[in-house]
């Protein structure tokens, strides 16, 4: 498995499994997309940028249904830690989506606030020190 830049070319694959809707051809443009690349097929992207409080924000990550279970969002989180070194990389998700915060407590991410009244379902802020 590859991960690079996203390019507008890879929209098209990344729209068939984006479950947060919305088409990511600004953030394709402005750098913040990354893609998983296996099998010559998209198995994932993340989203990441530095809108939260101007610190390292991972704002989406999702894996290809096809793919799923080959360790693809982990690969891609720990590449975007990479690029965050000696700083705190900030993440959230849905107080529900047990997935991801397994995979948030396998990295050793650490909570760090809750947002409640926002949606739903409260909204869990992880932090992790790298």
């Known amino acids: 498995m ?13 729209d ?4 947060f809707g919305g088409y990511r051809n ?3 443009i402005r750098n913040e997309v990354w ?18 409080y101007e610190r390292p924000f991972l704002r989406y990550i999702i894996t290809n249904p096809d793919f799923r279970r ?3 969002a982990k690969k ?3 590449f975007i830690e990479e690029k965050c070194k000696d700083e705190k990389l900030f993440t959230s998700t849905e107080a529900d989506n047990l997935p991801m915060i397994t995979l ?3 990295l050793n991410y ?21």
Do not use: H, P, W
């Not at 068939?16 to 479950?19: H, I, Y």
């Not at 650490?110 to 790298?130: D, P, R, S």
């Open 2 to 14: 590859i991960i690079r830049q996203a390019t507008l070319e890879d929209e098209k694959a990344i």
């Open 16 to 19: 068939a499994f984006d479950q």
């Open 26 to 28: 600004l953030e394709i």
């Open 35 to 52: 893609v998983a690349v296996l099998e010559d097929k998209i198995a994932g992207f993340v989203t990441f940028d530095r809108s939260f």
């Open 70 to 72: 080959k360790n693809v």
């Open 76 to 78: 891609m989180m720990i």
């Open 104 to 106: 948030l407590n396998q």
């Open 110 to 130: 650490k909570m760090a606030g809750i947002i409640n009244e926002l949606q739903e379902v409260a909204e869990v802020i992880y932090c992790k020190e790298l």
